[in-house]
């Protein structure tokens, strides 16, 4: 009894952080995909298919990691300048919405 208490709590925590996970995306910087790992992460536990998914997912991520870093020095710098540009529309977007 224990057990499937404890596995249906982590399932239930899981479930939740994936669910969370994209009202978090807007966010500059990584979003809700910590989130989302985390929640494939916990399910994983219990679950073949988010064991496989999870891999799915890190698989996908490291590739696109990879790619970034290895861009040519004016790929990266355009990288950088979106970036600061996102950042920015969202400070100013975020103090506009609070007056």
């Known amino acids: 009894m224990k057990k499937k208490t404890?596995?249906?709590l982590i399932d239930i925590l899981g479930f939740t952080c994936i669910i969370i996970a994209?009202?978090?995306g807007?966010?500059?910087g990584p979003g809700g995909i910590?989130?989302?790992i985390i929640g494939l992460s916990l399910l994983a536990n219990n679950h073949e298919w988010a064991e496989?998914?999870?891999q799915k997912v890190k698989?996908?991520?490291s590739s696109a990691a990879a790619k970034v870093t290895e861009a040519s020095p004016a790929v990266q710098w355009a990288i950088d300048i979106g970036s600061v540009i996102l950042i920015a529309a969202a400070v100013?977007?975020?103090t506009q919405a609070t007056k």
């Open 26 to 28: 807007w966010i500059p």
């Open 92 to 94: 100013i977007v975020i």
């Open 59 to 61: 698989d996908r991520t």
């Open 52 to 54: 496989k998914l999870l």
């Open 22 to 24: 994209p009202f978090l």
């Open 34 to 36: 910590p989130l989302l």
């Open 6 to 8: 404890r596995a249906l």
